[in-house]
């Protein structure tokens, strides 16, 4: 095997590792602290901290995480595959649950929106 092809494959290796690892610390903080929270979203809240305090820096996972992105449709299968099971309710309130879904994304943008409007006044505001 070639030397680089082995650094590349050590490297991807150990960036699925550590945010893996992240992945478990951060269910398992949760469930400690008894904290309703899935482990996913523990383990980014400490992967953004992590970002923050300069302990890691983004190109440090870049290969890692973009082989978990480039393969993202493969955790989404079983989803998709469970809708064959509920076929006459898609048929039926599929219409309903579209509407749902376009509304709360839209109210999501609209909220998220006029949050970063508000916190930038405010932050033009109160500059020194």
Known sequence: MKPALLKKALRLLLELAILCSLFLFGGQLAAWLGWPIPAGVMGLALLLL???????????????????????????IPALMSLLDYGALIRDEGWRILLVIAVSTLMVMVVTALTVELVCRWSLRHEP
């Open 50 to 76: 992590l970002f923050a305090s300069g302990v890691l820096k983004p190109a440090m996972l870049q290969l890692g995480a973009g082989l978990l992105m480039a393969e993202m449709l493969l955790f989404f």
